[in-house]
């Protein structure tokens, strides 16, 4: 079955930097567009990056455009989000997400099936 596992969050100040990786397995890696959310606490989740699957093709939402990077290594069943000038509002649990029902990006959440079990990110002010 498809699994997502991200790592890579954790504690940094504002104006610190992340790397979040997902690890994929179970699923044809390659083909499928993935995608990068997040969800504070009381929150909606919302959509913060995707990339298409031959990495061509990239969306940020445009609090975190300029500041965040989407990235993929498809030999490697990796996606990344490289995350710079963090700032509090960022604080969020993290999840990557991907989507078999086609190759387009989506910007919500209930058209992605997979989902990993999210990686908190928390910045301090």
């Known amino acids: 079955q498809v699994q997502l596992v991200e790592s890579g969050g954790g504690m940094v100040q504002a104006g610190g930097s992340l790397r979040l990786a997902c690890a994929a397995s179970g699923v044809t890696f390659s083909s499928n567009p993935m995608a990068w959310f997040r969800q504070a606490p009381g929150k909606e989740r919302e959509f913060v990056a995707a990339?298409?699957?031959?990495?061509?093709?990239?969306y940020y939402a445009d609090s975190v455009k300029g500041r965040f990077t989407i990235s993929r290594d498809n030999a490697k069943n990796l996606v990344y989000l490289q995350m710079n000038s963090l700032k509090p509002e960022d604080t969020a649990v993290y999840y990557c997400?991907?989507?078999?029902?086609?190759?387009?990006?989506?910007?919500?959440?209930?058209?992605?099936?997979?989902w990993g079990q999210g990686t908190q990110v928390t910045v301090s002010s």
């Open positions: 990339i298409r699957s031959s990495g061509g093709r990239i």
């Open positions: 997400a991907t989507r078999l029902r086609g190759y387009e990006i989506r910007y919500a959440p209930d058209e992605y099936e997979f």
